[in-house]
């Protein structure tokens, strides 16, 4: 590949093998890019030890200790400038309008404080695009407002482990096996405000059979994930991906409307 190479972030929580992937991708010259920092919300993470060995600055913010401490004493809690929770909530469709007040302000309270340490750490390295590569965590509209600053300039995507909009949540390969589906696979999509529920960029399928097992799934999948991510990045990189509205008639004038993405 020969453009004009773009700046990843990354935000990770785990073993890290789609950052690897992407890595890989970018020291091949398969993409054009360059990763400039993986941040995690686990100081355990163990694909940490990936970005140190390829030179990547690394950072964490550890949401676990955030809250515990914030659910000691949630009246001195400090929350970042600017924050909102009325707007916040209203953006949301993260979590069920119905849950118990004190419950909401304090998932979205918290979340706040921790975005907040995030985006200080990640405004040391100016980026173009924020992969979140097992990153375990749901983003409020506080942290997404900050990243997708232009209106309509999708710039976070996210690897999940399902076809979307089937299975959302943790456990996409899980969920698909014990559904009994005959197909799986992998979606990657740029994030809005919903759980898993962004315009879709780009999908992978494999076969299930019978013999299959949760591990067989996960590791079908995982290999075509290494693949579908580094696609998708080098399709942002050339610049070829927008959201758009798009209006579909369903007769007896009634009408959908959804964002999706269009590849040119
Ligand atoms: C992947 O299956 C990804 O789809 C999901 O979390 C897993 C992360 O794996 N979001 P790894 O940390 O990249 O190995």
Known sequence: MGGKKIRIGALISGGGTNLQAIIDACVQNKIDARIVFVGTDNPDA?????????????????????????????????????????DIMQKQFLISQDTEPEKLKAFFETRAIAERSLLDAMNQYPFDLL????????????FIDEIN????????MNIHPALLPAFPGTDGYGDTLRYGCRVGGCTVHFIDYGE????????????????DTKESVIRK?????WQLYPESIQKFAEGRLSVVEKNYDLGNSKSFSRKIVVCS
């Open 196 to 211: 898993d529920s962004g315009p879709i960029i780009g999908q992978k399928s494999f076969p299930i059979s019978d013999t």
């Open 221 to 225: 999948g995982l290999h075509l994930e």
């Open 131 to 142: 992969v979140l590569a097992g990153f375990m965590r749901n983003l409020t509209p506080y």
């Open 149 to 156: 600053d232009e209106p309509g300039r999708y710039r976070i």
């Open 46 to 86: 163990k694909g940490l030890a990936r970005a140190e060995k390829a030179n990547i600055p690394t950072f964490v913010t550890d949401y676990s200790s955030i809250i515990k401490e914030y659910g000691e004493n949630p009246d001195a809690a400090i929350l970042p400038e600017g924050f909102e929770l009325a």
